[in-house]
């Protein structure tokens, strides 16, 4: 299962059925869970944890070190979830000391070919990452999320849940669960994400509710307070519509209108 010409360090903990490709190097301080896959020309530097059963291409680099001039050589790490697919010539860094020390991928993402992650940004599941999108530092990425071909998303923003960022579409400021962003130099909304929705099983009740609540926090001339008012009267009756609520609550940076 390990290729002759691989270079693994003496300290890297492999689980049970990992495959490590030729040539590729496995630094200190890496642990592989069991069943994982990893491609030639693939180089692992540590402190990195991987889960169970990811595929990771050949040409890929995790756990280099954060792109980052405040990073002073602290201790930081990358943690990869189960199932992950990494393919060719991706990048995943590590994280910074006043970032949280932690990048990190969840479970059952798609991390297509030329994507960045930078340092200390958080990553749920079943998020696709499709050919060169890449995330700047402290970036928070909810599940489910779809990010188009050649779109960025810029430090410390959070896109929520559901989202779909649209090809080559540059995202300046936070973006609401359910919300499609669309290209126009920067993203801009375009309606909710509802085709995706379908797909993953909500009722024409559920999306009916999102809709309400995007046209009023998009299309009713309302300013954010007045529109946050009426949201959390929609709220009462949408579990979907108080997780946008909450994510108005904890946005950091403007809110994408």
């Known amino acids: 299962m390990i290729h002759p010409t691989a270079l693994i ?4 903990v492999l689980g ?4 490590v490709g030729a040539y590729s190097v496995i630094g200190a301080e890496v642990e592989i869970g069991d069943g994982t ?3 030639p020309h693939v ?3 540590g402190p990195t944890r991987i889960g169970r059963d990811n595929r990771i291409a050949q040409f890929a ?3 280099g070190a954060p792109q980052d001039k405040k990073w002073q050589g602290e201790r930081t790490e990358l943690v990869i979830g189960d199932r992950n697919l990494i393919r060719e010539f991706t990048t995943l860094n590590r994280g910074t000391g006043d970032g949280g020390g932690v990048t990190r991928l969840g479970n059952d993402n798609w991390v297509l070919a030329y994507v960045h992650v930078a340092h200390d940004c958080q990553i749920g599941n079943n998020v696709v990452f499709s050919n060169y999108s890449a995330l700047a530092g402290h970036v928070t990425i909810g599940d489910w999320t779809i990010l ?6 810029h430090q410390f923003c959070k896109v929520g849940a559901h989202a779909f960022i649209g ?3 540059l995202v300046g400021h936070d973006v609401p669960p359910f919300v499609m962003m669309a290209n126009e130099q920067q993203g801009r909304p375009r309606g909710i994400n509802s085709e995706g929705l379908k797909r993953r099983g909500f009722d024409a009740t559920r999306i009916a509710a999102i809709k309400r609540a995007y046209r009023t926090l998009y299309m009713a001339g309302l300013s954010l307070p007045e529109a946050r008012e009426k949201l959390v009267e929609q709220a009462r009756e949408s579990d979907d519509v108080r997780a946008m609520l909450e994510f108005l609550d904890h946005s950091e940076r403007a809110l994408a209108r």
């Not at 049970?16 to 495959?19: A, G, I, P």
């Open 167 to 169: 090809m080559g579409c």
């Open 61 to 63: 680099s995790l756990g």
């Open 43 to 45: 180089v692992i530097e």
């Open 148 to 153: 188009s071909g050649y779109s960025g998303v």
């Open 16 to 19: 049970s059925n990992v495959s």
């Open 37 to 39: 896959v990893v491609g």
């Open 9 to 12: 360090d003496p300290s890297a």
